[in-house]
């Protein structure tokens, strides 16, 4: 059984900072692309920012330039740091990784249960 666990979500005013963290836990075998995405009231879910397991990453043009994401290899952990946040950035957002649990397992998707972050104007 595999878990993710965000933390780090918040109410934050807008040109603020929030630091978005998440951990894998469980049959772990490897775990190839995480990434975070979000899902503001009544749209559907979209990509924010991935990250490989050897440190690519790419971003979504709404948070190029505000975002970073990063991992930890060995934690199996990923974070995102949001700097100049933007009302429009309310949402919550999930923690995602593809993860095989054993040598013989393709790797499958995996969702965290999501974190609020709201930033006021």
């Known amino acids: 059984q595999v878990q993710l666990v965000e933390s780090g979500g918040g109410l934050v005013q807008a040109g603020g900072s929030l630091r978005l963290s998440c951990a894998a836990s469980g049959n772990i075998f490897a775990i190839g692309v995480m990434g975070w995405y979000r899902q503001a009231p009544g749209k559907q879910r979209d990509l924010v920012a991935t990250?490989?397991?050897?440190?690519?990453?790419n971003y979504a043009d709404s948070v190029k330039g505000r975002g970073t994401i990063s991992r930890d290899n060995a934690k199996n952990t990923v974070s995102l740091q949001m700097n100049s946040l933007k009302p429009e950035d309310t949402a919550v957002y999930f923690c995602?990784?593809?993860?095989?649990?054993?040598?013989?397992?393709?790797?499958?998707?995996?969702w965290g249960q999501g974190t609020q972050v709201t930033v006021s104007s």
């Open positions: 990250v490989t397991s050897d440190g690519s990453t």
């Open positions: 995602n990784a593809n993860i095989r649990t054993t040598i013989l397992q393709i790797y499958k998707n995996y």
